[in-house]
């Protein structure tokens, strides 16, 4: 264990009173509750980044799964005039 001196804001630390009196009853435990505070604090990046991984591995594995799932022997074009060609016929039949 390291003992320094460190300077914060004075409603940071009645915040840490605070949360020390709720927790340990006293304002002794100042040091145990900052200890907490600031090993939480580290840790968080770790957790956002091990969450973000798993995201990501989620949607590769989608568009892995996806890949190729829409065979088609045409171009984006082509396929958009076919369909616009069926329209049209299907709305000449009903003679719109």
Same mark, same amino acid.
């Given at each position: 264990?390291?003992? =320094? =001196?460190?300077?914060?804001?004075?409603? =940071?630390? %009645?915040? &840490?009173?605070?949360?020390?009196?709720?927790?340990?009853?006293?304002?002794?435990?100042?040091? !145990?509750?900052?200890?907490?505070? @600031?090993?939480?604090?580290?840790?968080?990046?770790?957790?956002?980044?091990?969450?973000?991984?798993?995201? @990501?591995? !989620?949607?590769?594995?989608?568009?892995?799964?996806?890949?190729?799932?829409?065979? @088609?022997?045409? =171009?984006?074009?082509?396929?958009?005039?076919?369909?616009?060609? +069926?329209? +049209?016929? %299907?709305?000449?039949?009903?003679? &719109?």
């Amino acid at each position: 264990m390291v003992k =320094t =001196t460190l300077e914060i804001k004075d409603e =940071t630390y %009645r915040r &840490l009173v605070e949360a020390s009196l709720r927790r340990y009853g006293n304002a002794r435990s100042i040091s !145990k509750m900052a200890n907490e505070v @600031i090993e939480a604090h580290l840790k968080e990046p770790e957790i956002e980044k091990a969450a973000a991984d798993d995201a @990501i591995k !989620k949607r590769m594995e989608i568009v892995r799964k996806s890949a190729g799932s829409w065979k @088609i022997g045409e =171009t984006g074009a082509e396929y958009v005039r076919n369909i616009r060609k +069926e329209s +049209e016929k %299907r709305l000449k039949r009903m003679g &719109l």
